[in-house]
C-alpha cells in the first residue's frame, strides 16, 4: 500500500501556524512580487477570493473583511516542510518527496504489524503537535488512486484525516465521486478528449477496455487508467526530474539598464541551476526572455526570447550564467521600460558532470563542488548569501516586493520569534 501526505493550503497553514491568532480566520498567500493569490484558506474562499486573482482585484474585499495577506516565503515553507518530512520519516522508512507540501509514504510490509490507518493518524497528530500543519492522508494500492483518497481525507472530516481505499467496492464508489478534471494525470486536453468520446467519471474511465484506451490515449493517459484499475505503474522519480526548468519574476519597477536587466537574469539563472544541481540533472539549452508592461499601452511594447546550446550538458553556474550573458545581450533593446525577464533550462539529461575529451570547459569535479559549495552556504546562511556579482547586492529595484513577508524564523537566528510575557 502507498500513503500520499497532503499538507492543507500548506503556504497558508505555515502562516497561520506562526500567528496563533489566525486560526479560524481568513488568510491568503501572495506571489512572488504580491501579484496574485496563490493559497488561500476556507475561510477567505468563503468570501468570494479565489486562487489566482490578481491582488488589486480583490485589496477592497480583503481590507473589508480584516483578511490576513502575506507575500510568499518560500524559504519559510521549505524549512517549515522539512520539519514535516522528518517526522513523516521517523514514521515510514521509505518515503518519497513529490513537491513541497506532498509525500508518498511506503506502507508495504506494515500490514502485518500496524492498523496503517491509525498509525498514519497518529503521525498527523505528531505533525499538528509540532508544527501545527494540518495533514490529510489518502492510502491505496496505487499513487494516482492515493491521490485521490487524500482529497476524500481533506474534504469530509468523518475520515478523520485519513481515507483508504483497500477494496473494490471502495475504489468504485470513490471513482464514481470523484471529479474527473482532478484526477492525477488528466490535464486540459485529456479531460476535453475523454468528454468528447462520453467519459464523465473517473469511474466509467477505468472501465473501458484497455484495447480502447492504448487506441485513443498516449502511455501516460494509459497508466493513469492502469493506476485507476489498481494496477501500481508511475514512477515519479522520472516524473520529479523535470523537462524544462523555469525561473521568472515580474519586477518590483519597470528597468531599462542593460545591467539591470542582467542583474535579474544572471539571479534567475543560478536559481534555475539550485534545482537542476539538487535534481542531480544537467541541461543542454539555455532560454532567455524578457518583455515589457502589457499593461501600459501608453509604453512601446516589446517581447523577445533568445536561446543558445551548450556544447556539454552542464549543471554549473558559472558557465549557464555566461551563456545567460550573452543572450540577454542579443535581446536587449534600449529605451524599452522591462517589467519581467525569466532564464528556461531545457533538453535535461541525468547527471551533473560529463568527461569530454577536448572539452573547452574544465569540468573537473572542483568546478562542480563549487556550485555545490554555494548552494550549500546559501542553505545554511541564507538565500543569495553568497552568488555571482553580477547577480547584484539584493537591494536592487528590480527585485520583488513582498511588501508583507513573514520573517524566516526558521532558519535566520536573527528573527526568531519572540514571546512577551
Not at 508511475?234 to 545591467?259: V, W
Not at 541564507?382 to 526558521?410: D, F, I, M, Q
Request: overall charge positive; some cysteine; glycine content about 6%.
Amino acid at each position: 500500500m502507498i500513503a500520499l501526505a497532503d499538507c492543507n493550503t500548506f503556504f497558508a497553514s505555515v502562516e497561520r501556524a506562526l500567528h496563533p491568532g489566525l486560526k479560524g480566520k481568513p488568510v491568503c498567500v501572495l506571489s512572488s512580487n504580491d501579484g496574485n493569490i496563490v493559497a488561500l484558506t476556507s475561510e477567505a474562499k468563503a468570501l468570494g477570493i479565489r486562487r489566482g486573482d490578481p491582488f488589486f482585484k480583490v485589496r477592497d474585499l480583503i481590507r473589508k473583511n480584516n483578511v490576513a495577506v502575506f507575500s510568499g516565503n518560500i524559504m519559510l515553507y521549505s524549512a517549515m516542510s522539512k520539519r514535516i518530512q522528518s517526522i513523516m520519516r521517523k514514521t515510514v522508512e521509505h518515503t518519497e518527496s513529490y513537491s513541497i507540501d506532498e509525500q508518498f509514504l511506503y506502507l508495504d510490509g506494515y500490514e502485518r504489524n500496524h492498523d496503517i490507518v491509525e498509525m498514519m493518524r497518529e503521525m498527523v497528530g505528531r505533525i499538528a503537535l509540532c508544527t501545527d500543519i494540518p495533514v490529510s492522508v489518502g492510502i491505496a494500492r496505487t499513487k494516482t488512486l492515493a491521490k485521490i483518497a487524500s482529497k476524500f481525507a481533506k474534504n469530509y472530516k468523518g475520515y478523520r484525516s485519513v481515507c483508504i481505499i483497500d477494496t473494490e467496492e471502495k475504489r468504485r464508489k470513490a471513482l464514481s465521486m470523484f471529479d474527473l478534471s482532478d484526477v492525477w494525470g488528466i490535464g486540459a486536453r485529456s479531460l476535453g478528449r475523454l468528454v468528447s468520446l462520453g467519459v464523465n467519471t473517473p469511474l466509467e474511465f477505468a472501465d473501458r477496455p484497455g484495447e480502447w484506451v492504448r487506441n485513443n490515449f498516449s502511455k501516460p493517459g494509459y497508466q493513469t487508467w492502469l493506476e485507476l484499475n489498481g494496477f501500481p505503474c508511475i514512477d515519479t522519480s522520472e516524473i520529479l526530474r523535470r523537462q524544462t526548468i523555469t525561473t521568472s519574476r515580474s519586477f518590483g519597477r519597470m528597468i531599462s539598464d542593460k545591467d539591470e536587466l542582467k542583474e535579474s537574469v544572471a539571479t534567475f539563472a543560478a536559481s534555475c541551476c539550485n534545482t537542476l544541481r539538487g535534481q542531480e540533472s544537467a541541461a543542454g539549452c539555455v532560454s532567455v526572455f524578457a518583455c515589457s508592461n502589457r499593461f501600459r499601452e501608453d509604453l512601446p511594447q516589446y517581447g523577445n526570447i533568445a536561446s543558445a546550446r551548450i556544447s556539454t550538458p552542464s549543471a554549473d553556474t558559472l558557465e549557464i550564467t555566461s551563456a545567460a550573458m550573452e543572450l540577454v545581450d542579443r535581446i536587449y533593446r534600449p529605451g524599452i521600460q522591462f517589467k519581467k525577464s525569466g532564464v528556461i533550462l531545457s533538453e535535461i539529461v541525468p547527471g551533473c558532470c560529463h568527461n569530454i575529451l577536448f572539452d573547452p570547459i574544465d569540468r573537473r569535479s572542483e568546478r562542480l563542488e563549487l556550485s555545490r559549495a554555494i548552494d550549500r552556504m546559501n542553505h545554511r546562511y541564507g538565500l543569495k548569501a553568497v552568488g555571482l556579482a553580477v547577480t547584484g547586492y539584493g537591494n536592487e529595484g528590480w527585485r520583488n516586493r513582498k511588501e508583507h513577508l513573514s520573517p524566516n524564523c526558521l532558519t535566520d537566528i536573527d528573527q526568531i520569534l519572540t514571546v512577551n510575557i
